[in-house]
């Protein structure tokens, strides 16, 4: 087993997320995450989950004060995002990568239409009738964005490392601060990169009558959103992070990396419904989002794990277990758990990678099929940190019904893991047995 793995299957799994841009991808998807929190902690408050304190919230016109930093932070992910892959190529290629970020952020907002044709007035009243021109629509910043923000960060990253590779530079004396000199070395690679993206603009709005980032919105994006709307994508967010974590790749960070862009733009859009009161299925709403995968997939770590924990407190005889078990309740309480992961271990232990792969996969297909037939309700799209405790967390995206699925789930985690453990629980405890004979024996 151990040749069919390391000669088989892991060659191909490290040569395809070491590919640059997927290196690009994951490390760029890192630096919106601080912002998405603080973010989303605002989302929360602005949009409290219990009506009583909402209303209060609402009436105390904090509510507004709260979103305003929500608009500063979260909603401009897209921002962050493109400015973190284009640096993150150029970084890891060896030069510079804050100029190569700047200038994709400039390059995306080139892209993006100068005109609001929804025009929303201060009672509230939406109208095609009213145009602002002149402006930066935000909803193109944030979720709506992201696949274009992808796109031009890859784009603008690899065609900036190419001049530098060339040296299509301007180079000044080493006399000149390094500050400075960087301004310059930019300059030649950003007018050529600036000028393509204004040729495309004009392309997309002469020829087609749209700007790029609506056409990728309209032709990618939403296909992309709905695909991962579905079956594939459960079996995608569920089964292959824990399938890399079993090989001892960080599963959660490349697949995330991936998907979190598709899928907060599913929560995005729930959002909308949620606070237009239409969160229905036959009302576009998503199954598959990032509190779907967050708090149905992964909550408690990567692999579902609370129910081996549970197993490790209440039933382990082994030493090594039942110290762990101590270790890692607290942890996987705020939905981390590297300590048995490689404690354990989890990595690369075929006795435990039954459950360890199958759990998620199971608490995904369950979820997926209650929320498409009515049992619970579509997530409402709030945005809850990923260390938010289970429970609280199923409560603020989904209600009572939410909690309580969760719950269920997190139940039924015990069931698949118990068999397992237990089998591994023996093996182990057989072995601490023996090294106490032998050195009874000595």
Do not use: C
């Amino acid at each position: 087993m151990n040749d069919f793995i390391n000669k088989k299957l892991l060659p191909p799994v490290m040569k395809f997320v070491n590919l640059k841009p997927m290196v690009a991808i994951k490390n760029g998807m890192l630096y919106p995450i601080p912002f998405i929190v603080i973010g989303a902690i605002f989302l929360i408050l602005g949009n409290f989950p219990y009506t009583p304190i909402a209303d209060a919230i609402s009436k105390s016109g904090l509510a507004a004060i709260f979103m305003q930093a929500y608009n500063g932070s979260m909603a401009l992910m897209a921002v962050f995002a493109v400015f973190g892959i284009a640096y993150s190529w150029v970084h890891d290629a060896g030069y510079e990568g804050v100029p190569a970020g700047l200038l994709a952020i400039v390059v995306d907002v080139i892209l993006q239409p100068d005109t609001v044709t929804n025009v929303t007035n201060s009672a509230g009243k939406t109208s095609t009738a009213w145009v602002a021109s002149n402006v930066i629509d935000k909803n193109w910043l944030g979720g709506k964005g992201m696949i274009v923000a992808i796109i031009v960060g890859l784009l603008v990253g690899w065609i900036y490392t190419w001049f530098m590779k060339k040296g299509f530079t301007i180079k000044l004396p080493e006399q000149v601060p390094a500050n400075v000199a960087a301004s310059f070395t930019a300059l030649v690679p950003g007018a050529v990169i600036v000028s393509g993206a204004t040729a495309v603009y004009a392309f997309f709005k002469l020829g087609l009558s749209t700007t790029f980032v609506e056409w990728i919105y309209k032709v990618i994006q939403t296909p992309l959103q709905h695909a991962t709307d579905g079956p594939m994508g459960v079996f995608i967010v569920a089964f292959l992070p824990v399938f890399l974590w079993f090989f001892g790749v960080h599963g959660a960070t490349i697949i995330g990396g991936i998907m979190t862009p598709l899928l907060l733009a599913n929560n995005a859009d729930n959002n909308a419904l949620y606070k237009a009161g239409k969160l229905t299925i036959d009302n576009g709403a998503h199954i598959v989002t990032q509190s779907f995968m967050d708090q149905y997939i992964t909550v408690t770590g990567s692999g579902l794990t609370i129910g081996l924990v549970v197993f490790m407190l209440w039933r382990a005889k082994s030493t090594q277990m039942k110290t762990l078990g101590k270790l890692e309740i607290v942890p996987a309480l705020f939905n981390i758990n590297e300590p048995i992961l490689f404690g354990v271990p989890l990595v690369l232990n075929p006795l435990l990678a039954v459950p360890f792969i199958l759990t998620p996969l199971l608490s995904g297909i369950l979820t997926y099929l209650v929320i498409k037939f009515g049992i619970i309700p579509p997530f409402n799209g709030i945005y809850v940190p990923w260390t938010t405790p289970p429970i609280i967390s199923g409560l603020i995206i989904g209600g009572w019904q939410g909690a309580v699925w969760q719950a269920i789930m997190l139940l039924m985690t015990i069931a698949s893991y118990w068999p397992f453990a237990k089998r591994y629980d023996q093996i182990l405890l057989k072995q601490e047995n023996s090294d106490s004979t032998a050195k009874v024996l000595q």
